[in-house]
C-alpha cells in the first residue's frame, strides 16, 4: 500500500503542476484541449493509465528492492492503485483543478496492462 500511496503523491504533484499551468497559459490549456478532444483523447486517457501502473510497478521495486515479484504481487499493487486514486479522487477532487487519472473503465484498463507491461519479467 506504501507504493500505491507514493504514486498517488507522484499523480497529485503532477496534476497540481499541469493545472497551475493551464490556469496560468493558454498554450498549455491548447494542448491539453487537443490532447483530451476525440479520438485522441481516448489514447491519451489509455496511455495515461499505462504510465500509473508503470509508475507504480517501478516504485515497488525501488520500496521493496528484497520482494520477490510475481502475478500476485502484481495484482495486489493494481488493487491497492485502485483504492489509492479511489481515495485521491475522492479527498482530493476539490483542491486539483485538473484530474488526469480518475476511475474510468479505460484508465483501470491501462494501469493493469502497465503494471503488467513493466514487470514482464515477473510473470511466472
Known amino acids: 500500500m506504501i507504493t500505491a500511496v507514493l504514486t498517488s503523491i507522484w499523480i497529485f504533484v503532477m496534476e497540481f503542476f499541469i493545472g497551475f499551468g493551464l490556469a496560468r497559459s493558454p498554450l498549455v490549456q491548447q494542448v491539453l484541449i487537443t490532447l483530451l478532444s476525440p ?15 508503470a ?11 528484497n520482494l520477490r515479484i510475481d502475478t500476485g ?6 488493487l491497492c492503485l485502485i483504492v489509492a486514486i479511489a481515495l485521491k479522487v475522492t479527498v482530493l477532487a476539490e483542491a486539483l483543478p485538473l484530474t488526469l487519472v480518475s476511475l474510468s473503465q479505460t484508465q483501470m484498463i491501462g ?3 502497465g503494471v503488467f507491461w513493466k514487470g514482464k519479467r515477473y510473470w511466472r
Open 39 to 53: 479520438p485522441l483523447g481516448l489514447i491519451v486517457t489509455l496511455a495515461i493509465g499505462v504510465g500509473v501502473g
Open 73 to 78: 504481487i502484481m495484482w495486489a499493487l493494481i
Open 55 to 65: 509508475l507504480g510497478l517501478y516504485l515497488l521495486e525501488i520500496v521493496y528492492a
Open 111 to 113: 494501469v493493469v496492462l
